[in-house]
């Protein structure tokens, strides 16, 4: 019988030989391994003879390719994983050793009882969905070898309440931390570049992040629905996306600074408990829908600022103080849509276009020119 074992200890360690379950082995030219945003991480051309190994363990399953001596931690065919593992370093399969590199696709997805994983140093990607749904998994360790998440990665991990990912890692998955409801404390590293969409959205335990100067986008629905209280957009960020903080009741401070270009639509739609903002000199465009139904009570339209889109502060009824100024140009449909508690605005000479429905519903409104 052929043998597979680990390099490094496991909670239910595997043993030698007769542990080994099933071995299968077929021809592949060549196996594409995909990262986080999609593309080709990792290429190799099988070898011919060896082909790609497929070994199933009481532990581990693992694929083998054969010519660059890599292993990937795969989905067992049957059962799943439970308790605590360990992903090794390296694994040995019929004498050879083998550097474990990747945790495949879906690896251990589903697995409800799952509690604790430790990944050793070497593996460099945890792939698309490799521990979604895992309810029970409270803890999980990742070495500073890893340099990237997959999509839906962690989704759905709702017993996860911390996690502090490597600090050579750039990017994660869309979806990578939703729904996990537990988690209170995220550290992300300062080679991080994006926040990706929909990253912890739903994420209704998380009240606090550090976002590291660097980041140049928070994405579509990036914290949709989650616990944040408060959040800083540090200077490198030039956009906020679609909803990237929608719905978040409980957000009371938002620190935005200069360098911020855009905030997308329903940026922060229905952020009831956000009273005030500072738009930073340099914003160009407030985005459709962008504040609709938030909790603000006044704002200060720069300079800068050419255009405020459909919507933008519809629904604001406890809006009472807007302060706009000359560079506006463009006031559009509905911007002020039933902000029924602002009495008064001053509209700049600088514009050239207000709708006629900009300030519908706002009733107790009496418009002046400057």
């Known amino acids: 019988m ?14 030698g030989a007769d542990d080994v379950r099933t071995v299968t082995e077929k021809q592949e030219e060549k196996v594409e391994v995909n990262g ?22 009481d532990v581990l399953s693992y694929i083998f390719l054969g010519k660059s001596k890599t292993a ?16 090794p370093t390296t694994v040995t399969y019929n004498g050879t050793e083998y550097s474990v590199t990747m945790v495949g696709e ?12 430790e990944v050793q140093e070497g ?8 521990f ?48 996990c409801n537990s988690l209170k404390r995220v ?8 926040i990706n969409l929909y990253a912890f959205a739903r994420c209704s335990s998380l009240a606090n992040i550090d976002i590291p100067e660097g980041v140049t986008t928070i994405g579509e629905n990036a914290f949709e629905e ?21 719905g978040c009741r409980n957000l009371t401070s938002v620190v935005l600074q200069e360098g911020l270009r855009e905030i997308g639509l329903y940026a922060f739609d229905s952020c009831v408990s956000l009273t005030n903002i500072d738009i930073p000199e340099g914003m160009t465009t407030i985005g459709e829908n962008a504040f609709e139904e938030s909790g603000l009570t006044g704002v200060t339209i720069p300079k800068s600022v050419k255009r405020i889109e459909l919507g933008a502060f519809a629904g604001c009824r406890n809006l009472t103080k807007v302060t706009l100024h000359e560079g506006l140009e463009e006031i559009e449909d509905f911007a002020f849509l039933n902000c029924s508690s602002l009495t008064d605005i001053e509209i700049p000479l600088s514009v050239k276009f207000v709708s006629p429905t900009a300030f519908e519903g706002c009733d107790s409104l009496d418009i002046g020119k400057r």
């Open 2 to 15: 052929q043998s597979c074992s680990g390099g490094s200890g496991n909670a239910n360690d595997a043993g």
């Open 187 to 194: 550290v992300l590293p300062d080679s991080i570049y994006n």
């Open 226 to 246: 989650s616990g944040l209280t408060g959040v800083t957009i540090p200077k490198s960020v030039e956009r906020i996306d679609y909803g990237a903080f929608a």
């Open 123 to 130: 593996v460099k990607g945890i792939d698309d969905g490799a």
């Open 36 to 57: 986080a945003d999609g593309d080709s991480q990792t290429d190799v051309e099988g070898d011919e003879e060896e082909g790609v190994v497929r070994v199933a363990e």
């Open 132 to 179: 979604a749904g895992c309810v029970r998994l409270e803890s999980v360790t990742l070495p500073e070898s890893v340099e990237w998440l997959g999509h839906v990665a962690f989704a759905g991990c709702e017993s996860l309440e911390s996690l502090t990912l490597p600090k050579k890692m750039r990017s994660f998955g869309y979806n990578c931390f939703e729904g």
């Open 72 to 87: 990937t931690v795969t989905k067992k065919e049957s059962g799943k994983y439970s308790g605590s593992i360990v992903v």
């Open 106 to 117: 879906s690896a251990f997805s589903g697995c409800e009882d799952l509690i604790k994983v």
